[in-house]
């Protein structure tokens, strides 16, 4: 099987280089408005974006067979997903996978990621099955079984709202 992105990836830069532009023009335009600008207040608005972005900037996910791989600007964390010893959904503002295989590697990644990637989900799904069954995955199966759930409701959510049966 190949390797599968996540294939929002782009839409997501993009959204991210939206909001941070939209960000700066909106602190210029109202330093501007109120007649203090100065090139030095521009270039903190300018940092602030810039800090908006990076916040906002997604990590690449991809997986092939055996692996989990989630890029940021500066590196790039991978995990055995063949050797997965635990998955954990972490809560919040932005809820979060944690996943952990047996050498200790550890990857964090949007849920939402898998849900809208069925390709990176079958891979994740097959690979931490293998996982299970060797009996190195024991903390996890839970979440997997939640998140399966999820991927099968909106997969067919999906597929009626493109035949027309919604």
């Known amino acids: 099987m190949e390797t599968a992105h996540d294939r929002r990836w782009a839409r997501d830069v993009k959204d991210a280089v939206r909001c941070a532009g939209v960000l700066l023009l909106l602190l ?14 521009g270039l903190l608005w300018l940092a602030l974006a810039l800090l908006l972005f990076l916040v906002l900037f997604p990590a690449r996910v991809s997986a092939g067979e055996g692996w989990l791989a989630a890029r940021r600007l500066l590196y790039e964390r991978r995990v055995r997903t063949d050797l997965l010893v ?54 996890g199966q839970t979440a997997l079984r939640r998140l399966s759930a999820r991927v099968d409701r909106e997969t067919a959510l999906a597929v009626f709202k493109a035949s027309g049966l919604e």
Request: glycine share 10%; with cysteine; net charge negative.
């Open 28 to 41: 210029l335009l109202v330093d501007w408005g109120s007649g203090r600008f100065t090139p030095w207040r």
């Open 86 to 139: 635990s998955v954990r959904c972490l809560g919040g503002v932005s809820p979060r996978l944690l996943l952990r295989d047996a050498s200790g590697a550890r990857v964090e990644i949007d849920p939402e990621v898998l849900v809208n990637n069925p390709d990176l989900w079958r891979r994740l799904e097959e690979d931490a099955g293998k996982a299970a069954a060797d009996g190195l995955l024991l903390c």
